[in-house]
């Protein structure tokens, strides 16, 4: 993988006086088997590379990228990125990353089993995947989707302000939406599995929850418009705090886009909710060594005990808002670096949702949501959202629900948080999940 | 791009395991963009990808492989091991005689967004946010952005197909953010079409801006969205999306053959009201899912999906129309060289009827008029979908009365369409819009008259 710090070493050295360069060079492998009705239905195999370039100069930023490492491109695209920069108002911020002194942890994501893995050992995972859903209820009348994705990367860093950063890391994981039917009745469930290597992959587990999600739904009514206490499946409470780590992005509170600016030292949550992001715990399938400045990613406390602590920051934001980076610049080669949280978690209480269902008496259990996208603003904190899921009367799980939405307010979420499951997951993406009770939740239904 | 006769070897490359269809995708996009945030040009950026995607099928198996090495060598590479990854059996040489399809959108870009100073894309950047920030003092915060491509592509298939097109698109965007006692606000124009600069010809960016900042404006004296089922009338123009999530993904073949559709086996059928009839249409020039040819080389067509309330057909690919034994629909779209194609919308739209707009508010005595849609969802197995309003208000007595809060609509898409109980003359397209499905993003474009559905649920939370 030396060879891309290599190139990412020669764009650095044809910096020019006064100039900060920083170029961000990737390389993966990607392999995705789609299987239906126990045959390959495609199998997509790929090498994908990039190059981003970035220069600053003047105070001034430019970008360009390119999705290849051929030499003349690379050339065009410094150009590019020079010549762009002579257009951005100048910026007493704007410059790269430097280095801060946190030693890189070796987080041990790159595995090499998963890089000698057979194609047949992938596609068997497949086929089990699909065998094990249809097998599991009678009623499993299809199978949307079932498959295997898995991903080799690379990632170099070189910057003039002295940065030189390698990386490299695997993931893999399997995914199902099972189809359930009675009579004219429908309904479908998820189900999943990540790891960084084929054996970290629990197929029965992933077939089990998709066949129970979908087959636990059939017969599901619209439920009446009232408000209730939700339990949130550990799913649904991984997506709500991925949204939450919108609202505490430095770039978001610089920017005036944050309904949290104002509130550093303040408590904005249940003293229940603490929140933390940290991409160096190595379960996490988003964890990284480094963040897309090259910096040391690091464990952050967002919200302890309800107090709100601190925002995340990439070097341009900490500059501007007079802190140091948190190691939070989130980024593609193709774009400059944002700021993001990386691998939010909440920590975790000690009750399994069993019992978080049975304190709750009467409410809802949210299996799933839809449409977060385009019902939840992250700057107003309006929170609305399709969802689905069971009945819960005299602390049991009861009647399935579907077609409503549950509404409220994301700062009013927070406060209502009434209880934190200990069945904390780790899910396909940058945020983990536990089972989380929110209060004076509308439901919206017939 | 690539010369023919490097094609012919690829494919024949491709089918040496014994494919029964092999194809190369060949692809050269040039990108560019600016963002003006915060009172600043933040940056402009430049992007180029090209590549080569190439799928070999064998029976019910597709296997894929891409490259960004153009060479021949990189080429053979990738047919190499598309072929391996489809596994065929028999093998053998095989000669495609490759026939050159045209591909005609009618219309000519007038000037390339590449032959326009970036001085000039930045003199928009800097008035638009001039403009929304003049409009009103509660407005604090505005973001621009500008956006153009130039994609280049290039379809060779064992069939003999050989097309090429060249697409052009232009983009433009502004999004404000108003502060005020009840917190902040936000509102988004965007304006994008299969066009080159001439965009800002069609358009006054000005108007667009103070729209913009209005919307963010109107917001902050809004009150809480009701919560519960209404009667909701959608604005023309402003929900082509509802169609999109209630019954367009619905009616794509892919999801149709697997069953996940609540539409299967239904075409004949009458599955909506009368006088609706909905259309998917990748030759309606300018707009923004404006095809000439679709990514696997076959023409864009214009596609009556619903009629006058019954289903008359649904969207269709390469791969599923040829199981079928019938001609692709032009529907077959992928989001880059580094996809597989799948079936996909282009613009779609609901035709007009004959009521007056108005007569349509007036005649409601409690509900939500939508005048503009955010993005949506629809499960097609189930065919509950929501969609987000970004700019609604409230109906009494058939009277638009306050503005609302944002929040989903949740409903049944065979329920929906059956409820549609109003259609405006009004007709007009929406927004740009970008379609999601399994991960892969492709411009779409919607459409819709004024219209009114007897019943809908809004996700409020006000009694």
């Known amino acids: ?446 | 791009m690539i010369d023919e006769v490097v094609i012919d070897r690829v494919l024949a490359t491709a089918l040496r395991t014994g494919g029964d269809f092999a194809e190369v995708f060949a692809e050269d996009k040039r990108s560019s963009s600016a963002l003006f945030d915060d009172e600043k040009v933040e940056e402009l950026t430049s992007g180029r990808d090209r590549g080569a995607g190439i799928r070999v099928v064998v029976g019910d198996t597709t296997g894929f492989a891409h490259t960004a090495d153009l060479t021949e060598a990189g080429l053979i590479a990738a047919a190499d091991a598309a072929a391996a990854a489809a596994r065929g059996g028999g093998g053998g040489t095989q000669v495609v005689a490759l026939t050159r399809r045209t591909a005609d959108r009618g219309y000519a870009i007038e000037t390339y967004p590449e032959d326009v100073a970036k001085a000039r894309k930045v003199e928009l950047l800097t008035r638009a946010d001039e403009v929304a920030r003049a409009t009103d003092g509660a407005i604090t915060q505005v973001s621009v952005s500008y956006g153009d491509s130039r994609r280049r592509i290039l379809v060779a298939n064992s069939d003999g197909v050989l097309a090429a097109d060249d697409t052009v698109r232009t983009f433009f965007a502004v999004s404000c953010v108003a502060t005020g006692d009840t917190g902040m606000q936000t509102g988004r124009e965007s304006i994008g079409h299969t066009v080159g600069f001439e965009l800002f010809d069609m358009y006054d960016i000005e108007e667009l801006a103070s729209r913009a900042a209005d919307r963010a404006l109107v917001k902050l004296q809004a009150r809480p969205a009701p919560s519960g089922q209404m009667p909701v009338v959608i604005a023309s123009g402003g929900g082509g999306v509802l169609f999109h999530e209630a019954c367009g993904h619905g009616l794509e073949a892919d999801l149709v053959a697997k069953g996940a559709s609540v539409f299967k086996g239904r075409v004949g059928e009458r599955v909506a009201s009368p006088g609706v009839t909905v259309v998917d249409d990748g030759t309606m020039q300018r707009e923004w899912g404006n095809l000439a040819i679709d990514d696997e080389g076959n023409p864009a067509q214009r596609n009556v999906l619903i009629e006058d309330g019954y289903l008359s057909d649904y969207m269709w690919d390469l791969l599923r129309a040829r199981k079928e034994g019938r001609a692709s629909s032009g529907n077959g779209r992928r989001q880059s060289y580094q996809h597989l194609p799948m079936v996909r919308m282009t613009n779609t739209y609901l035709l007009a009827g004959h009521d007056d707009p108005d007569a349509i508010v007036a005649s409601t005595d409690k509900g939500v008029l939508v005048k503009h849609l955010g993005g949506g969802q629809v499960n097609t197995a189930t065919g509950d979908f929501v969609f987000g309003m970004t700019e609604a208000y409230l109906i009494e007595g058939g009277k638009i009365t306050e503005p609302l809060r944002e929040g989903n609509l949740i409903g049944n898409g065979p329920e929906v369409l059956q409820r549609i109980d109003a259609l405006g003359n009004d007709f007009a397209m929406g927004p740009p819009g970008t379609c999601g499905k399994d991960g892969q993003g492709v411009p779409v474009g919607d459409g819709v008259p004024t219209l009114r559905v007897s019943s809908l649920t809004i996700g409020g939370t006000a009694a």
């Open chain 1, 1 to 446: 993988m030396s060879d891309l710090l290599d190139i990412a070493d020669r764009i650095v050295a044809l910096a020019a006086d006064g100039e900060q360069v920083e170029a961000v060079v990737v390389r993966g492998l990607d392999t995705e088997i789609k299987v239906y009705e126990a045959e390959v239905e495609s199998l997509s195999s790929a090498q994908s590379q990039g190059v981003g370039v970035r220069v600053v100069v003047g105070g001034r930023q430019g970008f360009a990228y390119a999705g290849t490492l051929d030499a003349e491109v690379i050339g065009e695209t410094l150009a590019e990125a020079r010549d762009n920069a002579r257009f951005a108002t100048i910026d007493e911020w704007a410059g790269l990353a430097e280095a801060d002194g946190v030693a890189v942890a070796d987080l041990r994501l790159y595995r090499n089993a998963l890089a000698d893995s057979s194609t047949d050992a992938k596609v068997a995972l497949a086929v089990e995947l699909e065998r094990a859903v249809r097998a599991a209820d009678q009623r499993i009348s299809g199978i949307e989707s079932a498959e295997y994705v898995d991903s080799l990367s690379e990632a170099a860093i070189a910057t003039t302000t002295g940065i030189r950063s390698v990386g490299r890391e695997t993931s893999c994981y399997v995914a199902t939406y099972a189809m359930a039917s009675e009579g004219s009745d429908t309904q479908t469930g998820f189900g999943f599995s990540v790891g960084r290597e084929l054996a970290e992959l629990d197929v029965a587990r992933a077939a089990a929850d998709a066949a129970d999600r979908a087959t636990r739904l059939l017969g599901a009514q619209k439920p009446p418009s009232e408000r209730v206490t939700v339990v949130l499946d550990p799913w649904v409470t991984a997506q709500f705090l991925g949204l939450l780590g919108y609202t505490l992005s430095g770039e978001a509170v610089l920017k005036g886009r944050s309904l949290f600016a104002d509130r550093l030292g303040e408590q904005v949550a249940s003293p229940l909710v603490t929140l933390v992001d940290d991409p160096t715990d190595p379960r996490a399938f988003t964890a990284t060594d480094t963040d897309g400045e090259g910096l040391a990613a690091r464990r952050n406390v967002l919200i302890s005990n309800g107090h709100l602590d601190r925002f995340v920051h990439n070097a341009y934001t900490a500059r501007r808002a007079g802190t140091a980076s948190t190691g939070n610049a989130v980024r593609g080669y193709s774009s400059t670096p944002g700021v993001g949280c990386m691998a939010v978690s909440m920590r975790p209480g000690t009750a399994t949702q069993a019992e978080l269902v049975a304190s709750v008496g009467d409410g809802v259990l949210v299996q799933d949501v839809s449409g977060l996208h385009s019902g939840v603003n992250l700057v107003s904190g309006d929170f609305s959202t399709g969802a689905e899921g069971l009945r819960i009367r005299g602390g049991e799980l009861a009647e399935p629900l579907r077609e409503f939405t549950i509404a409220s307010t994301l700062q009013r979420m927070l406060h209502d948080v009434t209880a934190v499951g200990g069945d904390l997951q780790w899910l396909p993406m940058n945020a983990s999940g536990v089972s989380l009770v929110i209060a004076d939740v509308t439901v919206s239904g017939a």
